[in-house]
């Protein structure tokens, strides 16, 4: 996968991508990416790329000339359009199925933006997705931009290393992860549950899923309005809620 970043601070991407499992994948040839200032395709004496606002109004708003150049020096040696993704408080709020989608495209171009706004014409003309990672507003769209790259890059073939791990992570499955145990197998008195030192895999995986619809109960019971509940799986739901019920 190609990943392009338009951002006024480019090397804010250096630190996050290039440790980790983001630098793995890198160097695994998974994905690689171009942290670029589109303060460079400002057409201004002073690379100027904010101005007020039309009708007045508090704080400053980007210009669309900067980052259509942009955008468009991306595409022109492209065959297939990219996706274009505005990162914005106003935008889809995130999710695993976002990634999910996002993880099956080959080029992928982010907008982070600073200030009090876009101009309206780089959200009308120029961008295919708007994304909010959630209901608060930062300083930019770069660590949205992180987040959203770091989501989508673990999903890609070998980007963990580990074809299971991603499948089985909280909202991939759309109920909350089981709970996960390691050695040593008794801890200040607290100690492994016995079946998951049994070795017997069958029933190993009736508890995770059985513990797995407990947390999502408890914790978002709101996934659950429209998870297809196979008839195993209202068995365990039922006896989870009798128990918590009688705790």
Not at 3 to 14: E, K, N, R, Y
Not at 28 to 48: E, L, P, S, T, W
Not at 183 to 198: D, K, M, N, T
Request: proline share 5%.
């Amino acid at each position: 996968m190609k990943i392009d970043i338009l951002t006024l601070f480019p090397s804010m991407f250096d630190g996050v991508l290039q440790s980790s499992i983001m630098k793995k994948a890198q160097d695994n040839g998974v994905f690689h990416y171009n942290a670029i200032d589109f303060r460079d395709y400002a057409d201004n004496k002073h690379n100027k790329v904010d101005d007020y606002p039309y009708g007045g109004g508090a704080g400053m708003v980007l210009m669309p000339q900067p980052i259509f150049r942009a955008v468009e020096a991306i595409e022109k040696s492209e065959e297939k359009p990219p996706r274009v993704i505005l990162m914005c408080p106003q935008g889809e709020r995130y999710t695993q199925k976002k990634a999910e989608e996002l993880a099956e495209e080959e080029h992928l171009i982010f907008i982070c933006g600073h200030y009090e706004g876009y101009d309206e014409r780089i959200r009308e003309h120029l961008v295919t997705d708007e994304i909010s990672i959630g209901d608060f507003v930062l300083t930019g769209g770069e660590l949205g931009a992180m987040v959203v790259i770091d989501s989508v890059v673990r999903l890609l073939p070998d980007g963990l290393g580990n074809e299971t791990s991603a499948k089985e992570d909280s909202f991939s499955t759309g109920l909350l992860e089981h709970p996960h145990y390691t050695r040593p197998a008794e801890f200040q008195g607290h100690i492994v549950p016995e079946v998951l030192r049994s070795g017997h895999h069958g029933k190993i995986d009736e508890w995770r899923k059985k513990e797995s619809l407990r947390r999502t109960y408890l914790r978002r019971p709101d996934l659950l309005e429209t998870y297809p509940l196979s008839k195993l799986e209202q068995a365990l739901l039922a006896e989870v809620k009798a128990e918590e019920k009688n705790k």
